[in-house]
């Protein structure tokens, strides 16, 4: 059974910081997604990184899948109140169905 | 919309009772999913469907649970004698197929079994 462990699963910080939120498993993944899901609403997809060692930005997001295609984290620079969310890992199977494993999700709080 | 969209949103229903979950896919989007997220908790997957077949059901925990896909299009969820451990919210996904990665994800119904 493949697992992914994401952590924290919580974090408070204030706005400005700087923060970085890690996936790992010890199985390898087809690809790794990084989803957002706001209360009440399905997760919101904001990046797959498909090659080992990939690096992905947007905006303020760092992206990085690990070159073993094992782990994976999301860094956030000068987080603002507005990335409050859940943050989702999930990663893709190797094989047949493509579907998704997800971590537990981190649930983040910037504070004005 | 565009988007995957699913009926009804809320749902509260007794123990004992069938339920039916309705997803609408993204038109043209051949792969089709079904997720399960308990309160406080990531997602499981239940059922994959390619096309109207559906060659992974491993998620699915028990034979209370059944899903089927007509038209490549609309998939219904069906929960037979809800239990109160069913309670949770019930999300779909599509993809487009082929070699691509990427699921979108309906808002979810929440069910509550009482």
Do not use: M
């Not at chain 2, 209370?64 to 919210?89: C, Y």
Request: glycine letters at 12%; charged letters at 20%; a neutral charge.
């Amino acid at each position: 059974t493949q697992l992914l462990e994401q952590s924290p699963q919580f974090l408070s910080i204030q706005e400005g910081e700087n923060l970085t939120v890690y996936c790992n498993s010890s199985s390898v993944f087809s690809s790794l997604q990084w989803y957002r899901q706001e209360p009440g609403e399905g997760p919101v997809l904001l990046v797959t990184v498909v090659t080992g060692g990939e690096v992905k930005k947007l905006k303020r997001l760092t992206f990085q899948f690990g070159d073993a295609r094992k782990d994976s984290s999301l860094h956030i620079t000068a987080a603002q109140p507005g990335d409050t969310g859940l943050y989702l890992c999930a990663g893709g199977a190797l094989q047949g169905a493509q579907k998704l494993v997800f971590g537990q999700g981190t649930r983040l709080t910037i504070n004005p | 919309g565009a988007g995957v969209s699913q009926s009804p949103s809320n749902k509260v229903t007794e123990k004992g009772k069938d339920v039916e979950l309705r997803c609408d896919p993204i038109s043209g989007h051949t792969a089709l999913y079904w997720y399960r997220q308990r309160l406080g908790q990531g997602l499981e997957f239940l059922i994959y469907f390619q096309g109207n077949s559906a060659p992974d059901k491993s998620g699915l925990p028990s034979d209370r649970f059944s899903a089927e896909r007509t038209g490549e299009s609309v998939s219904t969820l069906t929960i037979q004698r809800t239990q109160q451990e069913d309670s949770a919210v019930y999300l779909c996904a599509s993809r487009r197929g082929g070699p691509s990665y990427e699921q979108y994800f309906g808002p979810g119904t929440r069910l509550t079994v009482t």
